[in-house]
């Protein structure tokens, strides 16, 4: 893994309508080291910030504060796909992202490498604790356990929705992915709360939006192996091979220019004529 970064969020985790509050803010030329970015955004200076942080983790704006294309096919009034976030393909996307930029890495770290260490991907805050300071020193990545311990209590926010009282619950509600259901709570015990990060087929997520993430991230390439597909995506899902195995399947039977072959003990696809991936996401959100 690249370097890793932590923290930046200033505790808060990422509300639904936070991307497309600071998208519509950047887009009207402002910037979040504006003094009035505080009245303008109508949250508290941290918050602010926060926003900030989560709009660069999610790859919408880049570190000059620009709009990216990707926030503009989603976010944008006009044209957008999906600027009010009504689509679960949007937000498997989003969470895609988030893992993909690496600037919080506490949320690759976790799908990709930490859970296949865990019986059934189960674990406890305590044991993510231990296992972020050692993955963090091997990485030469100084970091504060204090620190490390918000970006955990962060991380099961967005996922899990915890059993609170009424006004923190509707805090939480307004987390980004409790939606995606790929986090619950186990049992209690004396370390603390077990969680499990669920790996499934992943039926739920829809075969444009794999298939798009297949020609972002291996663009101009005819032939990629299934490997390669579930290191880089399927990975990122908590899908199963299986998972992969079927979704490729979806594909290859849905676009006519995709070939799903096994051969000899290599599973791979072909794809004939590389299409526009732009044109594979809005037929999504056209379907």
Known sequence: MNK???????????????LKKGYDYLSKGQSFKNPDAVTALGVGKNMVMSINFWLKAFG?????????VFADKI?????????????????????????DTNLAS??????????????????????LLRYLIRTATNNETSIAENSLKND??????????????????EDDLSSIFI?????????????????QLKVSERPEIPREIFYFLILDKFPELTSIGFDYIQNII???????TEGTELKIQEISEAFKEVVYKK??????????????KWDILERYYNA
């Not at 099961?156 to 609170?164: E, F, H, S, V």
């Not at 939606?179 to 969680?195: A, Q, R």
Request: aromatic share 14%; hydrophobic share 35%; proline share 2%.
């Open 4 to 18: 890793l970064t932590f923290t930046g969020h200033e505790t808060f985790h990422c509300r639904h309508f936070w």
């Open 106 to 127: 506490i949320y690759p770290l976790v799908f990709k490498e930490f859970r296949k260490s865990r019986v059934n991907s189960q674990f406890t805050a305590q044991q």
């Open 234 to 240: 399927g990975d990122v899902f908590a899908c199963s």
């Open 179 to 195: 939606d995606l259901n790929l986090i619950t709570k186990v049992t209690d015990t004396e370390e603390g709360s077990v969680f």
């Open 60 to 68: 919408i704006n880049d570190q000059e504060e620009q709009a990216t």
């Open 152 to 169: 955990i209590k962060v991380f099961i926010k967005t996922y899990y929705l915890a059993d609170k009282n009424i006004k923190d619950m």
């Open 263 to 276: 051969d000899a003990g290599r599973k791979e696809i072909q794809i004939k004529n590389i299409p526009n």
């Open 75 to 99: 976010f944008d009034s006009n044209t957008g796909f999906d600027p009010f976030l009504e689509y679960e393909g949007t937000l498997w996307l989003l969470h895609y992202k988030l893992l």
